[in-house]
């Protein structure tokens, strides 16, 4: 039962993104051309998730220690800025602008058939089994001898 409910809840949030639009890299592209024709939609879908997100985590907060489904709560603790984070955002900001693609879209256009975003997901899976693998070669690195 709970597959089923976590399947729902992504079709919803899917055809959400194919509602709004979010699916369409010119959309993406044109919120982001300022001193063009600029396109403010993102921004309202930006801010109703932010609304709704708000709303989430202060409630989850709230609860002991479990979701409704019964999954324990891991909540981030640490409000750290690091060269880590910023070089994360950097890469995703500069691809999300490149492509028009942010992850949640693009497997949703890829399901639709976009063959551009196949590309970026397939290209997203190389970023993050690399990143995989840097961490364990890093790891392994700094582990000390013995």
């Given amino acids: 039962m709970r597959r089923a409910i976590e399947f729902f809840v992504g079709l919803l949030f899917g055809w959400g993104l ?5 699916t369409d890299p010119g959309k993406v592209q044109g919120f982001l ?15 109703g998730a932010i609304a709704v997100g708000v709303f989430a ?6 609860r002991a220690s ?9 909540l981030p603790s640490s409000s750290e800025i690091d060269k880590r984070l910023v070089a994360g955002s950097l890469i995703f900001g500069a691809g999300w602008g490149l492509a028009g693609f942010c992850p949640g879209p ?12 196949v590309v970026f997901v397939a290209a997203m899976l190389v970023g993050m089994l690399g990143f995989v693998l ?3 070669v890093g790891t392994a690195v700094r582990r000390p001898a013995g």
């Fill in 66 to 74: 479990t979701f409704f489904l019964g999954d324990a709560i891991r």
């Fill in 106 to 117: 693009a497997i949703v256009s890829m399901a639709a058939g976009q063959g551009k975003a």
């Fill in 18 to 22: 194919l509602l709004s639009g979010m």
């Fill in 134 to 136: 840097l961490e364990r």
């Fill in 33 to 47: 051309d300022l001193f063009g024709h600029w396109d403010p939609s993102l921004a309202l879908v930006m801010g």
């Fill in 57 to 62: 985590f202060a409630l989850a907060r709230k």
